[in-house]
């Protein structure tokens, strides 16, 4: 034990795992850890229980391929209890990195996350002396665009004090079904499962965690159906009626021939079937208060360039709100969280808002943050008309609760036995200000409903 303290005690050598440690996939009794080794050859890694009687150190010692990254499952670990690694190559000692394993399944304690983007320039919370206080866990909703082994580096490096402060779970976010989700993998402590990167994780009672893989499995975007003059129709899923009232100069324009028709088309997926049938079913089956739902896009009605997000995959994303809104499936307590919004937006996952026979609803809330494929929406050049639909209520608005289209956000969670609560803030940890009403964005409290 007096070895494995002093190797922890010795601090990190400048340059040395120059893109820090991190650790993934967390569960009751083991943690995916992570490091880019400073050279190939022998790594030796320490975990030490810092909650055990008398903390014990786990001793492993790998070998490092050309390609540098050191990737392994440590298992067997003492459930909900806080601990502490690194990683040694040589004279080469890594930062220290932290996680929490998942209480056991039996548990009813209260479960406390953060949520963030994970671009660098997305809202994150602060540390404090490396630590996240008060924190089991951390959600990284990933970063849209084109996804490479050099940007991956870059952005593990930069945000590396963030990864090594908790034990997190990485959603996929870029370009590239082959080569994107390869270079996430290479830099990211996650694993593929049955169904590439969809993953439950469970923190006992309390919490039920779906991370949706948004982009292995999709079809083609139906944005070459949908153009728009020199571009791309900016909200073809907009009822003809909004559209011509909605004071955006594109949207005066007719809709191309087709481009509806290819968005809702029967064989176009998010998710694929699979991912599809696997969500539902664990969603039926699983026996904890709350389920949340954390997707890498929105899977709300939100019309503005919906192409990136589910609403530009039309029939796959009625028949997932049609099964989450019916209780005779005893699909209940679900809670959306998505990245890649263009904003802050707080709102009603709906099967429609403002087509035809008006609002039909299912009781869920979506909280969305972070940059989409084009930036904020408050960049856009008719960002005042959208953020008057985004705000308006129905009929003739999209009635957000909470909008800030300017900014991300980064989210504390807290769950408990009664309610699911989730508070906004901002890259300067101040609370969301919504754009319709200049006031900060109230906390959002999902009650827990019994079945």
Known sequence: MLAA???????????????????????????????????????????IDADARVPTGRFRTLRVAAGRTVKIRIRGLAAAHDHIFRFIQGSSVSPEGRFRTAPRLSSTRTVKFVVAGGAVGDARPRLQNGHLPGVDFRIDLGATGAATLAGERRRAGATAPLRAAAGTYYLWNGDGAGSGRDAFLRNTPAALGDHGLFRRFRWGRTVDLLLLDARSFRSDSARPACPNGLDVDPAPTLPDLIRGTSGIPALLQPLAAGCRETIDRSDRVLLGTAQYDALLEALRSSPTGFHVIVSPVPLSQLYVDPYDRAEGFGNERRRLVDALRDPAGGIRNVVLIAGAAGGTMVGDLRLQTLEAGGVVGTGITEIATGAGPAGLIASRPDAAAWRALLTTQPPTGVGLRCASLGSTAYMRVTVDATALTVSLRDARRRLIIDDATGQPCPAVVVPYVAG
Do not use: Y
Not at 36 to 41: D, E, K, L
């Open 5 to 47: 303290a002093s190797l922890l005690a010795v601090p990190s050598a400048a340059g040395a795992f120059p893109s820090g440690v991190a650790a993934g996939d967390v569960t009751e009794d083991s943690a995916l850890l992570w490091a880019r080794a400073p050279r190939a050859g022998v790594v030796r890694l320490i975990v």
